[in-house]
C-alpha cells in the first residue's frame, strides 16, 4: 500500500539561513581535485597509535577571490584522512576550538559506546577528549563526523567530516588499486548552497534540509582528477547532509562495485550505478583508456516507490567528478573475481528480532530523549531488526557500533549492492527491510549507543533512538545519568 501524506516538518535549522543565491556559475570542471592529507600519527610507548584532530573555524576559497566561512579538523574545511590497521589500538586527541561544544562520532566503527563520539561525549567550547579503542574489524572506508545533540547537520554541512580508512591483510592480499591519491582515491560528495556573498547558507527550499545548487568533492567545485593507472579505485561517500546521489558515468561504462559501507563485497559486482544516501559509501574500480575521459555523474534515482514532491531532488542530474586519463597509463591487473571472505552471520543464531518504524518523524512513535533508554541488548548476542519508513518521504537507517547484513528488501533477497556489510541502508517509503547484526564485546548499561535516519535534519529533530548493550542479567537505569562534558 501507498504511504500516506505525511507532515512536512521539521523546521528551522541550527546554522546560518541567509537567502540562496540560485544565480550559480557553471562549473567548469578544470579545478585539481583536492586529496584530503593522510593524518600525521604517532605511536606512543604502549604502542597506541595517536592522533590529532582539532575543530576549527576557518575561511575556504571554494571561488576565485570569495572568502567562505568554514569549519574543519586540522584545517579550514573537512580533515585528514586517518588510516589505521586491524589489530592497533588507537587513540584520537580531539580538541575543540569552536565557541560551542561539538563532538566527534567514528561512523561505521566497531568500537566502546564511551569511545563512539555521540550526543553524550560532547566535547566542550575550548576541551578537549581522548577516546582509545582497538580496531577490530575488516578492512573498510569509514568516516567520522560530529553528532552534538540537535546540531549535527550545521556541523557537518560547515565542513566538518573525514574519512577514516581501515586496513587488513586480507583486504591487502586482494590487489586491488591502493596508491593513496594516486590510484586509490577518496571522493567525499557534498552539496551546498550560497549567499549572493559566497558564505554557505542552510536555508532550504524544502523543510528537510538543504538540497544545495553547487556539488563539490572533497571540497573542490567542478573538479577533474588525472589518472596515470589503467584501474582507479574510488572511495566514494556520501557527505551530503540530505541529498541521496545515483552514481553512474556519462558514457554508462560499466564499473566494478568491490565494498560498501563495512568493507569488501564477497566477490566485485559489475555495474552501471551505485546509489549512496547520506553517510553511505561505495569502493567502485573504473577502468580508464588511455587518453580519454569520463564524467561520473549522479542520475535519477530508481525507485520502487517515489514522491519528490517535498524536494528531495530525486529526479536531478548531476555532474560530480571528471576523470581525464593520461596517455600512458601503468598497468594495474586485473580486479579477482574473488575478494577475502570475512564470513557471515547466521540467521540460526538470532536471539532477538526487534521492529523500527519511522513514521513522522518518530522513531517507533517517539521522538530522542537523551535521558531514554529505547531497547536493551545484550552482549555477544545475534539480532534482526525489521525497519520500515511508514512516512511518504525518504529515510535512512543508521546503527552505531556494528555492521549488520541485509537479509531481505519486502521478502526478496537484497540486490548485490547491498549484499555486503552496511551500518546505514537508504529506507524507501513503504518498504520493510530486515536486518542481521551481532553486538560483540563491549558492554555498558550507563552508555548508550544510536540507531537514526541520517538525514541531518530528521536526526537533530529526533528520528533517532537509543540502545545499550549489556551483560546477561544486567538492568540498565531506568533513566540515564547526566552527562559530564568534557
Ligand atoms: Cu554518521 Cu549517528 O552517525
Ligand atoms: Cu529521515
Same mark, same amino acid.
Given at each position: 500500500?501507498?504511504?500516506?501524506?505525511?507532515?512536512?516538518?521539521?523546521?528551522?535549522?541550527?546554522?546560518?539561513?541567509?537567502?540562496?543565491?540560485?544565480?550559480?556559475?557553471?562549473?567548469?570542471?578544470?579545478?585539481?581535485? &583536492?586529496?584530503?592529507?593522510?593524518?600525521?600519527?604517532?605511536?606512543?610507548?604502549?604502542?597506541?597509535?595517536?592522533?590529532?584532530?582539532?575543530?576549527?573555524?576557518?575561511?575556504?576559497?571554494?571561488?576565485?577571490?570569495?572568502?567562505?566561512?568554514?569549519?574543519?579538523?586540522?584545517?579550514?574545511?573537512?580533515?585528514?584522512?586517518?588510516?589505521?590497521?586491524?589489530?592497533?589500538?588507537?587513540?584520537?586527541?580531539?580538541? #575543540?576550538?569552536?565557541?560551542?561544544?561539538?563532538?566527534?562520532?567514528?561512523?561505521?566503527?566497531?568500537?566502546?559506546?564511551?569511545?563512539?563520539?555521540? +550526543?553524550?561525549?560532547?566535547?566542550?567550547?575550548?576541551?578537549?577528549?581522548?577516546?582509545?579503542?582497538?580496531?577490530?574489524?575488516?578492512?573498510?572506508?569509514?568516516?567520522?563526523?560530529?553528532?552534538?545533540?540537535?546540531?549535527?547537520?550545521?556541523?557537518?554541512?560547515?565542513?566538518?567530516?573525514?574519512?577514516?580508512?581501515?586496513?587488513?591483510?586480507?583486504?591487502?592480499?586482494?590487489? =586491488?588499486?591502493?596508491?593513496?591519491?594516486?590510484?586509490?582515491? +577518496?571522493?567525499?560528495?557534498?552539496?551546498?548552497?550560497?549567499?549572493?556573498?559566497?558564505?554557505?547558507?542552510?536555508?532550504?527550499?524544502?523543510?528537510?534540509?538543504?538540497?544545495?545548487?553547487?556539488?563539490?568533492?572533497?571540497?573542490?567545485?567542478?573538479?577533474?582528477?588525472?589518472?596515470?593507472?589503467?584501474?582507479?579505485?574510488?572511495?566514494? =561517500?556520501?557527505?551530503?547532509?540530505?541529498?541521496?546521489?545515483?552514481?553512474?558515468?556519462?558514457?554508462?561504462?560499466?564499473?566494478?562495485?568491490?565494498?560498501?559501507?563495512?568493507?569488501?563485497?564477497?566477490?566485485?559486482?559489475?555495474?552501471?550505478?551505485?546509489?549512496?544516501?547520506?553517510?553511505?559509501?561505495?569502493?567502485?574500480?573504473?577502468?580508464?583508456? &588511455?587518453?580519454?575521459?569520463?564524467?561520473?555523474?549522479?542520475?535519477?534515482?530508481?525507485?520502487?516507490?517515489?514522491?519528490?514532491?517535498?524536494?528531495?531532488?530525486? *529526479?536531478?542530474?548531476?555532474?560530480?567528478?571528471?576523470?581525464?586519463?593520461?596517455?600512458?597509463?601503468?598497468?594495474?591487473?586485473?580486479? +579477482?573475481?574473488?575478494? +577475502?571472505?570475512?564470513?557471515?552471520?547466521?540467521?540460526?543464531?538470532?536471539?532477538?528480532?526487534?521492529?523500527?518504524?519511522?513514521?513522522?518523524?518518530?522513531? #517507533?512513535?517517539?521522538?530522542?530523549?537523551?535521558?531514554?533508554?529505547?531497547?536493551?541488548?545484550?552482549?555477544?548476542?545475534?539480532?534482526?531488526?525489521?525497519?520500515?519508513?511508514?512516512?511518504?518521504?525518504?529515510?535512512?537507517?543508521?546503527?552505531?557500533?556494528?555492521?549488520?547484513?541485509?537479509?531481505?528488501?519486502?521478502?526478496?533477497?537484497?540486490?548485490?549492492?547491498?549484499?555486503?556489510?552496511?551500518?546505514?541502508?537508504?529506507?524507501?517509503?513503504?518498504?520493510?527491510?530486515? =536486518?542481521?547484526?551481532?553486538?560483540?564485546?563491549?558492554?555498558?548499561?550507563?552508555?548508550?549507543?544510536?540507531?537514526?535516519?541520517?538525514?541531518?535534519?530528521?536526526?537533530? *529533530?529526533? =528520528?533517532?533512538?537509543? *540502545?545499550?548493550?549489556?551483560?546477561?542479567?544486567?538492568?540498565?537505569?531506568?533513566?540515564?545519568?547526566?552527562?559530564?562534558?568534557?
Amino acid at each position: 500500500p501507498a504511504p500516506q501524506p505525511g507532515p512536512v516538518v521539521p523546521g528551522d535549522p541550527q546554522g546560518p539561513t541567509d537567502p540562496v543565491d540560485p544565480e550559480q556559475p557553471e562549473a567548469v570542471f578544470d579545478e585539481p581535485l &583536492a586529496i584530503p592529507p593522510l593524518a600525521d600519527s604517532v605511536v606512543d610507548e604502549d604502542g597506541t597509535r595517536v592522533f590529532r584532530l582539532t575543530a576549527q573555524e576557518g575561511s575556504t576559497s571554494f571561488r576565485d577571490g570569495v572568502d567562505t566561512e568554514t569549519w574543519g579538523f586540522n584545517g579550514d574545511f573537512l580533515g585528514p584522512t586517518l588510516r589505521a590497521r586491524r589489530g592497533e589500538q588507537v587513540a584520537v586527541e580531539v580538541t #575543540n576550538t569552536l565557541g560551542e561544544s561539538t563532538s566527534v562520532h567514528w561512523h561505521g566503527m566497531h568500537l566502546p559506546p564511551e569511545m563512539d563520539g555521540g +550526543p553524550h561525549q560532547e566535547v566542550a567550547a575550548g576541551g578537549t577528549w581522548r577516546p582509545t579503542w582497538l580496531i577490530d574489524q575488516p578492512a573498510a572506508t569509514l568516516w567520522y563526523h560530529p553528532h552534538p545533540h540537535g546540531r549535527t547537520e550545521k556541523h557537518v554541512y560547515l565542513g566538518m567530516s573525514g574519512m577514516f580508512i581501515l586496513d587488513d591483510d586480507e583486504a591487502d592480499a586482494a590487489g =586491488l588499486p591502493s596508491e593513496y591519491g594516486v590510484d586509490d582515491i +577518496p571522493v567525499i560528495v557534498q552539496d551546498k548552497s550560497f549567499t549572493e556573498d559566497g558564505q554557505l547558507t542552510m536555508a532550504s527550499r524544502v523543510p528537510s534540509g538543504v538540497m544545495g545548487e553547487t556539488i563539490m568533492v572533497n571540497g573542490t567545485i567542478g573538479a577533474v582528477q588525472e589518472v596515470s593507472t589503467e584501474l582507479v579505485r574510488l572511495r566514494v =561517500l556520501n557527505g551530503s547532509t540530505l541529498r541521496t546521489y545515483n552514481f553512474g558515468f556519462d558514457d554508462d561504462r560499466t564499473f566494478q562495485l568491490v565494498g560498501t559501507d563495512g568493507g569488501l563485497l564477497a566477490a566485485p559486482h559489475t555495474t552501471t550505478r551505485i546509489q549512496l544516501s547520506p553517510g553511505e559509501r561505495a569502493e567502485i574500480v573504473v577502468a580508464m583508456e &588511455a587518453g580519454s575521459e569520463t564524467m561520473l555523474r549522479s542520475y535519477p534515482q530508481q525507485l520502487g516507490v517515489i514522491n519528490d514532491a517535498q524536494g528531495y531532488g530525486a *529526479f536531478d542530474t548531476l555532474d560530480i567528478l571528471r576523470l581525464v586519463a593520461a596517455d600512458d597509463l601503468a598497468p594495474s591487473g586485473a580486479v +579477482p573475481d574473488v575478494l +577475502p571472505d570475512y564470513g557471515r552471520l547466521d540467521e540460526a543464531d538470532v536471539a532477538t528480532t526487534r521492529t523500527f518504524v519511522m513514521k513522522n518523524l518518530r522513531m #517507533n512513535g517517539q521522538f530522542m530523549d537523551m535521558n531514554r533508554i529505547d531497547e536493551v541488548v545484550t552482549v555477544d548476542t545475534t539480532e534482526v531488526w525489521v525497519v520500515r519508513n511508514e512516512d511518504p518521504m525518504p529515510h535512512n537507517f543508521h546503527i552505531h557500533d556494528v555492521q549488520f547484513e541485509v537479509l531481505s528488501v519486502d521478502g526478496a533477497p537484497p540486490p548485490p549492492e547491498l549484499s555486503g556489510r552496511k551500518d546505514t541502508i537508504y529506507t524507501e517509503p513503504g518498504r520493510e527491510y530486515r =536486518l542481521i547484526m551481532r553486538f560483540e564485546h563491549y558492554a555498558n548499561p550507563e552508555m548508550p549507543y544510536m540507531y537514526h535516519c541520517h538525514l541531518l535534519r530528521h536526526e537533530d *529533530f529526533g =528520528l533517532m533512538g537509543q *540502545f545499550v548493550v549489556v551483560e546477561p542479567g544486567t538492568e540498565p537505569p531506568t533513566t540515564l545519568p547526566e552527562d559530564g562534558h568534557h
